[in-house]
């Protein structure tokens, strides 16, 4: 019997699906803690990281980074820069920056 992180099906869900089931897991947790940023306020990095699943805030800032190419507190700064400068914008919405 395989297991979920056996060699076979995780090849195999990589060319159905285009990523292996750890890189969906780790972007799909990476995407909802962007969406549960609110740039409008202050932010506990620590407690944020840890309610999304992360070991710990360093875990988090090195899976942001990975991901953006920016620290958490950067992806912020450029985050509010944006709001501010387009406001109303139809991205306005949206947790990643434009720019």
């Known amino acids: 019997m395989w297991s979920a992180g056996s060699?076979?099906?995780a090849q195999r869900f990589k060319e159905l699906i285009g990523v292996t089931p750890k890189r969906l897991a780790r972007?799909?947790?990476f995407?909802?803690?962007v969406f549960a940023i609110?740039?409008?306020g202050p932010i506990?990095?620590?407690d944020l990281a840890g309610d999304a699943g992360y070991f710990d805030q360093a875990h988090f800032g090195h899976?942001?980074?990975a991901f953006t190419g920016l620290t958490p507190t950067r992806y912020v700064e450029?985050?509010?820069r944006f709001l501010r400068e387009h406001p109303?914008?139809?991205?306005d919405g949206w947790p990643l920056p434009a720019d």
């Open 7 to 9: 060699w076979p099906l």
């Open 27 to 29: 972007t799909y947790r």
């Open 31 to 33: 995407a909802a803690t």
């Open 38 to 40: 609110n740039p409008a």
């Open 44 to 46: 506990d990095w620590g």
């Open 63 to 65: 899976e942001f980074r």
């Open 78 to 80: 450029v985050r509010r």
């Open 88 to 91: 109303g914008h139809v991205l």
